[in-house]
């Protein structure tokens, strides 16, 4: 990792929440915090820490967070997955 080469960088780390998950984790589980996000906020903070505090510090995760979860809406309907989540097929069918 580079050096900070300014002060509001380096106090940008030093308040860092230690379970902050990243940009490569966040963007890697994005969808599945957006689908759960767009059901239940606090469910979805609750299940992820780390991408709820990246997101809170990341405005470029937050934009793409922020996107995808108006798109979601916009769309008025939830992904497959959280489709078949809040309404599972029968066993046997
Ligand atoms: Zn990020």
């Known amino acids: ?24 984790e966040t ?10 996000a767009a059901i239940d906020p606090a469910q979805a903070a609750r299940h992820y820490p780390g991408i709820s505090a990246h997101l809170r510090a990341c405005g470029s995760c937050a934009l793409d967070f922020e996107g995808l979860l108006a798109q979601l809406h916009a769309s008025g309907c939830r992904s497959p997955r959280t489709r078949e989540r809040l309404n599972p097929r029968p066993l046997g069918s």
């Open 1 to 24: 990792m580079a050096p900070p080469n300014n002060w509001s960088t380096l106090r940008r780390l030093l308040r860092t929440d230690p379970c902050d998950a990243g940009c490569g």
């Open 27 to 36: 963007v890697e589980l994005l969808h599945v915090f957006v689908d759960l």
